[in-house]
């Protein structure tokens, strides 16, 4: 089916164990994103792609790697988890950074970190 | 860096009473967004717009690009509209990606 897709939706991981979060989108959209959404601050932009290789950091990035070797996956790493990282995880994708398009979010993936 | 505040936090309304959410930002933008996102659910786009007004079944979404705000309306307010809903604006300032607002947390009473 058209459209993005997050896997895992739920995934509980220990302390220090590296964690891979992916996204796929069919769109063929340019752009794409991950943010993390927590009570109190609201959606924060951690990584986003203006294309295949093409990756820059957003407001939250440490602790978090990307990377963008096709256009349509954009998977995110977390190198060592901490509990701080327990949160919410939305990928979008847009043909543009949202100044001239709309975006589309995946269904989101809940990360425990315990 | 763009800045968004939207009121109310919370709101909570009998079925079928006219809803109003506010969104304020603090650069000028291109476009602004409105999102909805149900409880334990996925974030959907409702509006994009950059001036005026738009509609979308008992949705309508305003704009005042001089003033630097924006509402959210619903008409006819149904229990199915609860939900959260949130206000984006390009982040700007040369960073990519959007702004969120945190959130208007809706809940509409049969």
């Known amino acids: 089916d058209a459209g993005i897709t997050q896997s895992p939706r739920y995934k509980i991981t220990e302390t220090g164990r590296q964690v891979t979060l992916m996204c796929h989108q069919t769109w063929s959209h340019s752009y794409m994103f991950w943010y993390r959404q927590d009570l109190g601050h609201g959606l924060r932009l951690i990584y986003y792609s203006a294309a295949a290789d093409i990756t820059d950091k957003g407001e939250v990035p440490d602790g978090y790697v990307v990377s963008r070797s096709k256009t349509e996956n954009f998977p995110l790493t977390l190198e060592s988890a901490t509990r701080s990282q327990t949160s919410v995880y939305f990928c979008?994708?847009?043909?543009?950074?949202?100044?001239?398009?709309?975006?589309?979010f995946g269904s989101g993936t809940r990360l425990t970190v315990v | 860096k763009n800045e968004v505040e939207q009121s109310p936090q919370n709101l909570t309304a009998q079925e079928g009473e006219f809803i109003t959410i506010n969104c304020s930002y603090s650069?000028?933008?291109?476009?602004l967004h409105w999102l909805q996102q149900h409880p334990g659910g996925g974030i959907v786009s409702l509006f994009m717009l950059s001036s005026g007004k738009k509609k979308h079944g008992r949705l309508i979404a305003t704009i005042n690009i001089q003033e630097k705000h924006s509402s959210l309306h619903i008409t006819a307010s149904h229990p199915r509209d609860s939900a959260v809903y949130i206000c984006a604006v390009p982040s700007g300032g040369g960073a990519d990606g959007l702004t969120f607002g945190k959130g208007t947390h809706l809940i509409i009473q049969p």
């Open positions: 979008a994708s847009s043909d543009s950074t949202g100044r001239y398009y709309g975006y589309t």
């Open positions: 650069v000028g933008i291109s476009a």
